[in-house]
């Protein structure tokens, strides 16, 4: 008797809880509502069977309880009713993974007008490099990351002389422009999680990953590392900013490239230079790439 | 598919108490030693879960949790529930007990290998708590063991807790081979005339295709553990690509993480319904037996499981949607996902549909059952919302998927895990347990197993990562947060509490319980109908039973009573005809 | 089709002593026959069948044939030592071996069978010596030593072989098939042992020991074919 009654509240409770709680999804600030829609209709078609499933159980309970005299219906199997039962489930089942699928072939789409911005990964601080002015990421590897190059740039690739390097975990993006972010880590899985964007991709060591968004509200939002990368993964924080096409503009112009760092570090160092230095092509070379 | 009905082997009977109770081969003694064990690793993961909730809800309020330890605590609690609690329990302790006796057989096929199988499972455990004590303690890389975060600084015990680790599941895979192979072949091999595979119950075929699975399944996680310690110890690169740890080459070139992921998943999805699996069939007997009405769609129920156990072969890559495989996998892997939640409903219908016009006894283990139906349905259907690819992206590795995960696999086979124990108690010990602190456990379990996961699911919508030891100051996570953290916390100290009851009333049964009746439910199937409560060596004294009809004889109309067990022969001037339906 | 049959049963419908009960006299313990453990062991081959799918499935993802991102195109070939051919003649030659066994087992000569069944065993001690020399050779061309069939990874990467993953990967699955192969040296001497005791006047005895060694033949045929899976895996990449 008390089981049918529990069952009835607590299918009470949770859509009271539901309704009440102060926790829901945080206010969307990137392109993928489809994702959010997707999410929803799942929702309600789950819900429905929530309840519906829960309120029978519980009628059912209290129905059929045993009281003296009472026997069983003396019933092994109904064909049609399970067909159907199957059925209906199927229909709920599509109606749901629909939009999942939608949403899933928009997320792995990218467009061809995306720009191109790097995060990089590892224990436990975030890092971003933009292409600059060429529009093109220059090569890089774990292979050629020390001290002084901490992002592994390819120091022969006239590509990446131009590019933008950022170490301060902050990330700056220009508003309604969607970007595709290339992922790269120089030591174990990380994730970049930004709850109001809904998008979230691995780093994986070795191989370079991507996903791509584009920014609707501006503001600055939290990135999260979201997958598990050591005692510090907790701490692994960053900031993404989004503001307008010229706040951004002038925020890229004040960062380093990968071409000033190499001079400056040169010119702390004196005459011996670092090998990485000597090793890289004349600036021309660089300058000629940037046209192509 | 032919039965070989008799075994006419003579049965080695021990003489001494080392031989009768530690060096068994009796599948029932087997079958106490696994739960025994598998009870007690449990009891250590529950403490290391309540440790992790304290941390949670009181954040640097307990000095003696550091981020590495609450690492190893996640890491430790996961891995113990998943595979040396639940996995060895239904398999290694209902398996080994329930198999022979609702088959009609004596013992398994090879009992040998089944007690090698006990030492083998008990070694896996030694090794594990060993990884304890090596230097740098057990490793805190989070239960699926992802490379090259293991093996590589940064990460609590890597260097040595990992391969304690590693070698103890390796151990645990070939423990579970012995007996895997046990379980399949004596249902194969030992059913008693008459048996034929649909007239038996549904715990059997629910153990019988998990462990199927479990053999398919657990090498991957073999493999996987093998390749893990030799990037460790002899510097292979099968996982491990060129990286930069903590400021150093590990001199490591060219391996593949997600290799490591696809052959984790290989096992670990097979993996949850290896311990989903005999949970269904249990339940299913549980509800029919105390609802005193046949498994509604008995045929369907059998069928369900075992397209449940095949499909799951074909999912595991729902566990990667954004661990940076092929993202073109996502459209596959989403939709078997879903389709495998078909076969799931029907289960869930056809249980509805039992107790439907049935004449529910809401004793004890049938109010477990009724509680694995809502804990099951509830985290079947957050289940859809993970597998439905796109929806999965801001969900994943969140609070959502500790909720959704908890209540599916741990919460909904824990709860068929006490139901199961209470009904087949008086069976296994021939005395009755304490009604009112049975009730009084069942109560604060499974109002407050709700009360912990519920709120997890919306703490997931909110954003909230897992693995997290502290949220610090997040501006997106309001200050109510914390106060959630704090009220879980206080819901699973209950909990933990209340478990206490559940082990004293065992205990204070086993010695001061009163008598029980050897088949105190009515039930029809085989192992209530033995000679002896318990049952001794041999389970059938000096005939083995036949069986003539199935498990699920229940409320017959024109029958004498609202059940007739399996080894009842029909009455002998209709041999053929069956009941009137 | 029985299968299908027997799973599509309405056992409801059908009370009775039941279609697959043995009509051998009911109540009589003896008249049974022992369990068949020749279904254990096809169970037990199944496992071994996947454990060896997966490790290759692993070898060829590492490889970078597989769809994903797998594999760091540091791929180079392991080459094809003359060992190699010489240990697979030993093995089929072995499996040979267990047949003539077998089929003196039968014909109830088990003393001839058992002669047979302790050549197999030879030949399969004689294919883990031919492995571990092969192993030890491999492990000298990657310690620096020219040979003519040292792989053309081993030139000039003093890496060592598990600085190599199509090396490591040759150790860690013919390492592992090894392993069973000794496993099944050990079951053919129990049989071995069987065979020489039996009474060869006990028509039950020798059925009994024939079968036995029945089940090392399979075994070992099976065993000859994951062998000479893993070869084509091994030469064609």
Known sequence: MHIALAIALLVLASILFHALSPWWQTPIASNWGSIDTA??????????????????????????????????????????????????????????????????????T???????????????????????????????????????????????????????????????????????????????????YVPHFRAKMDLVPGIVTYFWMTPTKSGSYEILCAELCGVGHHQMRGNVIVEDQRAYETWLGEQMTFGQMLAEREQQRGAGGTQLARAAPPAGAAAKAGGR | MATIADDLRPLHHPKTWIGRYVWSQDHKVIAIQYGVT?????????????????????????????????LQFVTMHGMIMVVYLLTALLLGGFGNYLIPLMIGARDMVFPFVNMLSYWFYLLSVIVLFAGL???????????????????????????????????????????????????????????????????????????????????????????????????????????????????????HTGGSPILFQHLFWFFGHPEVYIVALPAFGIVSDLISVHARKNLFGYRMMVWAIVIIGGLSFFVWAHHMYVSGMNPYFGFFFATSTLVIAIPTAIKVYNWLLTLWRGDIHLRVPMLFAIAFLFTFIHGGLTGLFLGNVSVDVPLSDTFFVVGHFHMVMGVSPVLVVFGAIYHWYPKITGRM????????????????????????????????????????????????????????????????????????????????????????????????????????????????????????????????????????????????GGPQA | MRLIAALTEKPWLTPGPGPSAPSAPAESESAARPWDKGVGLTVFLLVVTLLFTLMSSAYV??????????????????????????????????????????????AGRPRRAGAALALGGALGLAFVAGQLLLWRALAGCFAGEAAAFCPAAAHGIPRGWAGDPAAAFFYLISGAHGLHILGGLVACALTGGRLARVDPGSLAARTGAARAVQLCARYWDFMALVWLALMGLFVST
């Open chain 2, 433 to 576: 347990w304490d009604e009112r602190l049975a009730r009084l456990h069942f109560w604060i379990t499974f109002l407050g197993t709700y009360a912990i996961f519920l709120p997890m699911h919306y703490l997931g919508m909110l954003g909230v990562p897992r693995r997290y030891y502290a949220l610090g100051d997040t501006v997106f996570i309001p200050d109510s947060v914390h106060y959630a953290n704090m009220g879980i916390t206080i819901a699973a100290g209950l909990v933990f509490a209340a478990q206490g009851l559940f082990f004293y009333n065992m205990i204070w049964s086993l010695f001061r319980g009163p008598r029980a009746d050897p088949n105190p439910w009515g039930a029809a199937s085989l192992e209530w109908q033995t000679p002896d409560t318990p049952p001794h060596h041999g389970n059938w004294g000096e005939r083995l039973p036949t069986v003539y009809r199935w498990a699920y004889d229940y409320s017959v109309p024109g029958a004498a009573r609202d059940f007739i067990p399996q080894n009842e022969p029909p009455p002998a001037q209709n041999p053929a």
């Open chain 1, 39 to 108: 999410l929803h209709v799942t929702l309600l078609i789950c819900a429905l069977a929530f309840v519906g499933l829960n309120l029978f159980l519980a009628y059912t309970l209290w129905k059929y309880r045993h009281r003296p005299g009472n026997r069983a219906h003396y019933e092994p199997e109904n064909a049609r009713l399970e067909k159907r039962l199957t059925f209906w489930t199927a229909i709920g089942i599509a109606g749901m993974l629909a939009p999942g699928l939608i949403a899933w072939h928009e997320y792995v």
């Open chain 2, 133 to 251: 004590f090596v230097p740098g303690g057990p490793t805190g890389g989070g239960w699926t063991l992802y490379p090259p975060q293991t093996i590589t600084g940064g990460t609590p015990g890597a260097s040595w807790g990992i391969l304690m680790m590693m070698a103890s599941l390796g151990i645990f895979v070939i423990a579970f081979t012995m007996g895997g192979l046990n379980y399949v072949t004596t249902v194969l091999q030992a059913r008693t005339r008459g048996m034929t595979l649909m007239r038996m119950p549904c715990s059997v075929w629910g153990i019988f295709v998990a462990s199927i699975m479990g053999l398919l399944a657990f090498p991957a996680l073999f493999v996987a553990a093998i390749m893990t310690i030799l990037d460790s110890v002899v510097g292979t690169s099968f996982f491990v690509p060129e990286i930069v740890s903590m400021g150093e080459k590990t001199g």
């Open chain 2, 38 to 70: 598998a009870i007690g690793v449990g009891l250590f993961a529950l403490v290391l879960s309540f440790l992790m909730r304290l941390q949670l809800g009181f954040p640097g309020r307990f000095d003696f949790i550091q981020p590495e330890n609450y």
């Open chain 3, 61 to 106: 993802m590492r490889m970078g044939g597989h769809a994903g991102h797998a594999g760091g195109g540091d791929w180079r070939p392991i080459g094809e030592p003359p060992l190699l051919w010489l240990n697979t003649g030993l093995l089929a030659a072995a499996s040979l071996a267990f047949h003539a066994a077998l089929g003196r087992a039968r």
């Open chain 1, 110 to 192: 990218v467009p061809a007008d995306a720009a191109v911005i790097e995060a990089t990964g590892q224990q436990w601080q975030w890092g971003f490099r933009y292409p600059g002015r060429d529009g093109v990421l220059g090569t890089a590897a774990v292979e050629h990351v020390d001290a002084d190059n901490p992002f592994g740039m390819n120091p022969r690739d006239p590509y990446g002389r131009d590019d933008v390097l950022v170490e301060t975990n902050e990330l700056h993006l220009p508003l309604g422009k969607p970007v595709k972010v290339v992922l790269r880590s120089k030591d174990v899985l990380h994730d970049f």
